[in-house]
């Protein structure tokens, strides 16, 4: 398939689970069923997952996968963020919707989608990626609201869900790399109230993993080693997606083995640093001649 064709029917695929899946959430649904859920959509449609669902709920902003046999619910009254990853032929969609069951947060929701307008608007070849930032900083401040400072929007190229050293900024001031006619972008700005930090910190190990080193390993924990390399290649993926391959204690005592001999890393939970809500709003979009075509519409 064409490069841009399959960056195109991973966004429609991404946009439209995502938008199905979201509408359905509500408090008292487990969390598990709605990763499981999003998994087998993106299926059905003829997409591969690009990396694991993320459902992160209140001051947690990225980063929380279920693991296996999770018993975590949607609580009442919460703000929840759906961040969906699907690929065609290694060609990526990264796109995530906020949700709130308390009519308080609604603001942050409606902060972050206005930061993801202004860069829509603003990003075109020849600028530089911080006044995108600086574009996303305004939007949201203008909701009386204020943008997560270090986490950032991030470059997509095949097979590499983050591109590294060409970030979008969610704020002003950093950010000098130009932003060229072809590149492929992930723009996600993160809202959070005035009175917040506006900062996030690693929290506790979340359940996405990705492979880092073949290394010398024997037995289950090299064939678990070859089947991660195989089916995930460079892209993140969910300790419970290969635990449903290897079942039982070995498959577990395999995965630690993985884990202790640094083959694969997890990536931490990233939480707001004051506990306060976060709202995500997050499409990927291809950079044309004047502007860019946003493929998760
Ligand atoms: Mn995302
Ligand atoms: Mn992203």
Known sequence: MDPLDALREAGRIAAKVRDTTINEIKPGDKVI???????KRV????????FPTN?????????????????????EGC????????????????????????????????????????????????????????????????RGAQPISNLTGHKLARYIVHSPGY???????????TIMEGDIYAI??????????????????????????????KGKAKTMMKFIQGEYMTLPFASRWVLHKFKGPDGVA????????????????????????VAQAEHSVIVTEDGCEVTTA
Not at 64 to 70: A, F, T, V
């Open 55 to 75: 459902v992160d709920i209140n001051h947690v902003a990225a980063h929380y996968c279920s693991p296996i046999n999770d018993k975590t619910v949607i609580p």
């Open 188 to 217: 996600e700005p993160f809202a959070v109230p005035k009175e917040a930090d506006g900062m996030v910190t690693d929290g506790a190990p979340s359940n996405i993993y990705q492979m880092q080193k073949k290394r010398n390993v």
């Open 79 to 142: 703000i929840v963020k759906l961040d969906v990853g699907v690929h065609i032929d290694g060609y990526i969609a990264d796109t995530a919707v906020s949700k709130c069951f308390n009519p308080e947060y609604e603001y942050l929701v409606e902060a972050a989608k206005a930061g993801l307008d202004a860069a829509i608007q603003t990003i075109r070849p020849g600028i530089q990626a911080r006044l995108i930032g600086s574009a996303i900083e305004n939007a949201i401040k203008s």
């Open 167 to 177: 970030s979008i900024p969610n704020v002003g001031g950093f950010g000098n790399h």
């Open 254 to 277: 395999a995965f630690k083995e993985l884990l202790k001999s640094k083959v694969i890393t997890s990536y931490p939970q990233l939480l707001e640093r004051t506990r306060a809500v």
């Open 33 to 39: 069923d709605i990763c499981d859920v999003v998994n």
């Open 43 to 50: 299926a059905e449609l003829g997409a591969r997952m690009a």
